[in-house]
């Protein structure tokens, strides 16, 4: 056994309670199931169906940029996404072992700036609470993705009526 395929067996093994871990090809066809997966986790976390569905947009945006740019659209690649459910929302970890990415690289462009693509970043960042892109492992990039529960506003009727 490979070193890659011993540390993803004992991320497998030592997965915290409330964790799904997705070992897949980088084949878009296959980011149906990633997508319906963490929409089960955000209903199961409570969020509301807008929310629950930014979280499955963020994620399945993120698996397609490491698709293109990470594995230039190769289809028989390894992503690991590691999804758990916190007491107050998820988080969501992908993990790559493709080309590096280039932090300079990672900012999403002006919104006025109109052509296509190049928008997954913000899409990401409008989604999510939390975006960190981890570009310092010896191979490959890893993301997490944050979204917490939204919390009800003061001046709601939840806060009012007890």
């Known amino acids: 056994m490979n070193s890659r395929s011993e540390n993803e067996t004992k991320v497998v093994e030592n997965a915290p309670p409330n964790t799904v871990v997705f070992h897949l090809a980088s084949d878009p066809k296959l980011l149906k199931v990633v997508r319906l997966g963490i929409g089960h986790l955000c209903d199961l976390a409570g969020f509301p169906e807008t929310h629950r569905h930014r ?3 963020a994620v399945d945006e993120a698996c397609a940029n490491i698709i293109k ?3 230039g659209s190769a289809t028989d ?3 690991i996404i590691t999804a758990r459910l916190l007491d107050n929302g998820i988080e969501v970890v992908l993990r790559d ?3 590096k990415a280039d932090p300079e690289k990672i900012k999403p462009r002006e919104l006025d700036d109109i052509r296509p693509g190049g928008l ?3 899409l990401m ?3 999510m609470d939390t975006v960190v892109f981890d570009t310092t492992l010896a191979e490959g990039n890893q993301l997490t993705l944050v979204k917490y529960l939204p ?3 003061s001046d709601s ?3 009012i009526v007890k």
């Open 97 to 99: 072992y493709g080309r």
């Open 125 to 127: 960042r409008s989604a």
């Open 69 to 71: 740019h990470a594995y």
């Open 120 to 122: 997954g970043v913000h």
């Open 55 to 57: 979280a499955m947009l």
């Open 151 to 153: 919390q009800p506003r």
């Open 157 to 159: 009727q939840e806060e």
């Open 77 to 79: 690649k390894p992503i």
